[in-house]
């Protein structure tokens, strides 16, 4: 480069802007010239020293956005004054969107944008141009930032971001009453023309509301919306940019508007006058029936209550209100009957709970209707004329005595004849009967007053035609006993008097006290005294301390005596007060006691006087001693006696318990009845009568036993055998001890063979009884006796 040649950057800026519906752009140029002023000072030793200064201001480029022509928009020109034309320069584009959004001609340093720019996108995007040697890349020049802003145009309409919206509103409210505001929103510069200056207006909801074009505030434009008449509207609001002009975007949204209630509906009955019915059977606290005032208000403000204002039924008849279905529900206070009176009427209101002052102008908010109720008749159990009854009864009396009268009548029209009976469950033990048509009550038996001194039963009326007989009436009845004097008089406990050897005459040695089963009238006073038998005893008397008790009292001179007598039985007389008096006589027993000389008992047994006073220990020793060499000399006797098993007591060589007859003829076998005589063997105690005991002697002579004759030969054994025991059970010459009696027969008809040794050992036998050994222990000696021989045998040989 020359010496002193200066960079001159020239920045042409060419904007195209795009007419109204048209396509064709039309170029603007900006040109922005950069230039380095040369200055030549004079330094040392003649040098001239050259710095180089900007001459030049710019920073930004401006592009249309949303171009959509043909060709790339040329956003500007970059030209270096070093660039004398021949293309040895070389310029360079960097930064955001460098070389994808904007491409510069390294030639001629034109930029174009090759996209479709939208500022909503990106509002500005930030460069940097450099001039360099094309051939060594050297940089001719220090690099240049600079920006390019697009350029708004009014390509985005109004929004509105959070609709649709909802939005209530009280029914009757004044007229501007602000509802609620909405707010749109537009994408476009507001800071560059009309594009994002928004105008609001209503297209749908007039003439009950209006907005206001700049806030965007809906109000109210109409009075006295009624909710009743209508509560919901829908109202459509549009935004439109440009201020509104012509040619302006614009977006709508949908609002909805609830009116909320307000209590401006007072209660109304929908008709005047209401008929119920009541049955004279219903019990109080039933429901008789519902009425219902309409109020269109909602929620607490359509709450109703109900009350009873005046008529002939406010003391009968009473009124609620379901909270749920706000419904005046009449109920039964008082039982009603058909008999004495049949219709009532009541005059009920119906009022709001919760009033809005605003309108209470607007007339009272109550109602009222009248309410005709009719009593209707029906069957009705018969009614007791007393809701109990109290009876009394002597005791002991008859049975068919009166006891008392139950009555009750039929409250119905018709006055149906009643039936009376007794709840069995009451009368178990069936002491009491009644009259079915007279109601009358009479007992069955004598009553005892000291067994039960009250019954308790209850009497069922029912009507003798009933339609329904569950319809049934129920009294209790209590029945005294009345006590008369049937019970003598008792000691109160079981006494036992004593009284000392050394007793004094008139010394009191025991209080008595009576009870009377009866009633106070019939028992105390009691009197006491000896019985007419012994009015004169001689050791005690009685007598009465007229309070019921009585005091026993010593009679004898000089004391009394244990060896002699130490038991008295004292019989006494008591009587009570009853008319006419009972009296009864009970028996005191007395024992002689030793005591003391204070008086105090020491003992009551009988003591012999054998035994002198003050025995040395010396001679009690001897004594027990002496006691004990007897008693062992008698154990020592009963043993050598068990030893030698010889009885204690010494009788005749012959013994009933012996009494054992032995045969010693085996016979025959079962079929030989001709070997022995078979009376012998029915007969064992002989033919000359029994034989008699001989262990004691008797005390009468007993006649033969009846029974004891020869039974047949054909008499079978087991009959015998029972018949023998049965004699020996029940005779009263048998001993009182176990007695055995051994009957040899065999009996007759026996399939078995004979088991006789005898006849095994005097035969030549060829049986083998070696299989004995595998039948155990328990047939052991018998394998012993048979196999033991054979084995000698065996031996011998």
């Known amino acids: ?79 270096s004054d070093v660039d004398s034309g021949e293309g040895k320069i ?50 001719l020049e220090p690099p240049s930032e600079f ?126 006058v209401y008929a119920m019915s009541v049955s004279e059977a219903s019990v109080p606290g039933e429901e008789v029936g519902r009425i219902k005032a309409k109020d269109p208000d909602m929620g607490e403000n359509g709450l109703i209550s109900y009350r009873v204002l005046e008529g002939d039924g406010a003391e009968v008849f009473e009124v609620t209100t ?25 005059k009920v209101e119906a009022s709001n709970l919760i009033l809005d002052p605003r309108f209470l102008s607007w007339g009272p908010f109550k109602d009222t209707a009248m309410v005709k109720i009719t009593v209707e008749d029906a069957d009705e159990p018969p009614l007791f004329t007393s809701l109990g009854y109290i009876f009394e009864v002597q005791e002991n009396s008859p049975a068919n005595t009166v006891v008392g009268r139950v009555h009750a009548k039929d409250t119905d029209a018709a006055n149906s004849p009643i039936r009376y009976t007794i709840d069995q469950h009451t009368n178990l033990d069936r002491l009491f009967k009644i009259n079915l048509n007279e109601g009358i009550i009479q007992t069955t038996k004598p009553l005892d007053r000291e067994a039960m001194a009250w019954h308790n039963i209850s009497i069922i009326a029912s009507e003798a035609r009933a339609v329904d007989p569950r319809q049934e009436a129920k009294v209790h009845v209590a029945i005294k006993v009345l006590d008369i004097n049937d019970n003598p008089p008792e000691f109160a406990a079981q006494y036992e008097a004593f009284v000392c050897e050394n007793a004094k005459y008139g010394k009191l040695i025991h209080t008595i006290s009576a009870m009377d089963k009866d009633e106070t009238a019939n028992g105390p006073r009691f009197l006491f005294e000896l019985a007419q038998e012994v009015a004169n005893n001689p050791n005690f008397t009685v007598r009465d301390n007229r309070d019921s008790t009585a005091g026993i009292y010593v009679r004898r001179e ?94 005749e060589e012959e013994d009933v318990r012996e009494n054992i007859i032995t045969y010693d003829d085996e016979g025959g076998g ?52 029972k018949t023998r025991i049965s004699e020996a059970d029940y005779d009263p010459t048998a001993p009182p001890y176990d007695s055995i009696q051994i009957y040899g027969y065999e009996g007759r008809g026996s399939i078995a063979g004979s088991l006789s040794s005898l006849e095994s050992a005097t035969t030549d036998s060829d049986l083998d009884y070696d299989y004995l050994q595998s039948w155990g222990p328990r047939f052991k000696k018998l394998a012993d006796l048979y196999g033991s021989k054979d084995t000698a045998d065996n031996d011998d040989s």
């Open 558 to 651: 000089g004391g009394f005596s244990r060896q002699k007598q130490d038991l008295y039985l004292l019989p006494i007389e008591i009587n009570d007060n009853g008319s006419p008096p009972l009296s009864s006589t009970n028996t005191l027993t007395i024992r002689v006691c030793g005591c003391d000389s204070e008086g105090t008992l020491q003992s009551c047994n009988v003591e012999p006087y054998i035994l002198p006073a003050g025995l040395s220990t010396g001679a009690l020793i001897a004594i027990l001693a002496c006691i004990v060499i007897l008693l062992l000399i008698v154990v020592l006797f009963v043993a050598l006696r068990r030893q030698k098993k010889e009885p204690l007591i010494v009788f």
């Open 90 to 139: 070389k310029y360079i584009l960097s930064g955001e969107g460098a070389g994808t959004i904007f491409v510069i001609d390294d030639k001629t340093g034109n930029i174009h944008a090759t996209k479709t720019l939208d500022r909503e996108e990106r509002a500005q995007y930030t460069l940097t141009a450099q001039a360099v040697a094309r051939d060594t890349n050297k940089p």
């Open 670 to 721: 079962e079929e030989d009845t001709e070997a022995f005589d078979i009376a012998t063997l029915q007969n064992p105690d002989g033919a000359n009568g029994f034989l008699p005991r001989k262990d004691i002697k008797p005390e009468q002579q007993y006649p033969a036993r009846p029974g004891l004759r020869p039974a047949p030969n054909s008499v079978d054994v087991d009959d015998f055998i």
């Open 322 to 346: 379901d909270s749920q279905t706000q419904e005046g529900v009449l109920k039964l206070k008082k039982h009603v009957d058909f008999e004495t009176k049949r219709a009532y009427s009541l």
């Open 1 to 79: 480069m020359r010496e002193g040649l200066g960079l001159l950057v020239f920045l042409l800026c060419l904007s195209v802007v795009i007419c109204s519906h048209a396509s064709v752009p039309v170029e603007r140029t900006h040109l922005r010239q950069l230039s380095h002023h040369r200055h030549r000072e004079k330094g040392k030793e003649g040098q001239v020293l050259h710095r180089s200064k900007r001459g030049w201001v710019w920073n930004q480029f401006f592009v249309i956005e949303e171009y959509t022509g043909p060709d790339p928009v040329l956003v500007g020109r970059l030209h």
């Open 147 to 272: 920006i390019v802003k697009v350029q708004d145009i009014n390509d985005n309409p109004p929004e509105f971001l959070h609709g649709p919206y909802h939005a209530m509103v009280s029914e009757m409210s004044n007229v501007g009453t602000s509802v609620m505001q909405v707010t749109a929103s537009d994408a476009d510069d507001p800071t560059y023309g009309n594009s994002a200056r928004l105008v609001y207006s209503i297209l749908e909801g007039q003439p009950y509301f209006s907005v206001e074009p700049h806030t965007g505030i809906i109000r109210t434009a109409l009075p006295n919306m009624d909710r009743e008449a209508k509560e919901e509207y829908n109202v459509v609001i549009q935004a439109k940019d440009m201020g509104g002009h012509m040619g302006g975007l614009s977006g709508t949204t949908k609002v909805t508007i609830t009116l909320t209630d307000v209590n401006d509906n007072p209660p109304k009955f929908p008709q005047s």
